[in-house]
């Protein structure tokens, strides 16, 4: 299997243009079960990593998930993740904000929830939801409370970059690398899951109405989105544009990135000296003395 990750990543400065990005590339698994092979595979040595990540407490890691709807991030966290220690790893959903969070600026619900050193934190949808869905509906804006001299639709998305990248970049200067992903739904693969939804009743729950009025403003999310990757896709915080029409080619994909993340970081688990090395002999000592007889 070869899965490059340079190949979906966006480099900064680059202007992105979605229609030239695939939604669906050449299977990295030639049939279901060498997908399951390679998945495990990744997940295993993601979980020896993860292990590692948390016993040196050096750096955090923050991965963030943004996509249309039905694109599958909740498929790939569980998936992806599926290996990983629970205690090192928290997942946070950002839907619409609260009335509290209103009152603060854009990124402090989500800066309350950022991982601590050792740990992954998933962010499945984010602060990016600001210069997306936001920018959409400019209405959304209009209600969040800000003072109206700030109300600028000309400068306020530019600015709100500038804000995400300054953040991105201060995180980075203390440890915490970011990984985002964009997974790339096409409008028709998303229509076919849409009709999966409906049609299979135990997937019923996941559609509602609003899911159609968003699909009608698919051409807006597509120029937003372009938007976004375009101003705040750094050699720090890299996006990566991820064909997402077939589910387990994303997985591979998702899960490969972030390996490769990881061995990026060098990690090493923490080394013991001469004075902590005789205090565990010491102690060993005195549990072997204190084994029952015919231990």
């Known amino acids: 299997m070869k899965i490059k990750s340079e190949n979906f990543c966006v480099k900064e400065g680059e202007q992105v243009d979605l229609r030239k990005w695939p939604t669906r590339v050449k299977p990295a698994y030639k049939s279901k079960k060498e997908y399951k092979k390679y998945l495990e595979e990744h997940v295993e040595k993601l979980s020896e990593l993860q292990r590692l990540h948390y016993a040196s407490n050096r750096y955090a890691v923050l991965l963030i998930f943004q996509a249309m709807d039905a694109a599958g991030k909740d498929g790939a966290i569980r998936h992806v993740m599926s290996g990983v220690n629970p205690q090192g790893c928290q997942v946070f959903s950002f839907k619409h904000p609260s009335a509290t969070e209103l009152e603060h600026d854009f990124l402090w619900r989500t800066t309350r929830s950022l991982p601590e050193r050792g740990r992954i934190g998933i962010f499945n949808r984010s602060y990016y939801e600001e210069v997306l869905i936001v920018r959409v509906h400019p209405e959304i804006l209009r209600g969040q409370g800000l003072p109206d001299g700030l109300i600028d639709e000309k400068t306020i998305w530019r600015e709100r970059y500038r804000s995400i990248v300054d953040l991105e970049n201060h995180l980075h200067r203390n440890g915490t690398r970011i990984i985002k992903f964009f997974l790339h739904l096409s409008e028709e693969e998303q229509r076919k899951r849409f009709l999966d939804r409906i049609d299979e009743p135990e997937k019923n729950w996941k559609f509602s109405q609003a899911d159609i009025v968003e699909r009608g403003f698919w051409k807006q999310y597509m120029q937003a989105y372009e938007a976004c990757l375009s101003a705040t896709s750094t050699k720090i915080a890299p996006w990566y544009v991820v064909p997402a029409d077939d589910k387990k080619n994303a997985r591979l994909i998702i899960s490969k990135i972030i390996l490769d993340t ?34």
């Open 262 to 295: 990881f061995n990026s970081l060098k990690m090493h688990y923490p080394k013991t000296d001469a004075r902590r090395r005789q205090e565990l002999l010491s102690i060993r000592e005195q549990l072997v003395k204190a084994a029952p007889d015919g231990d």
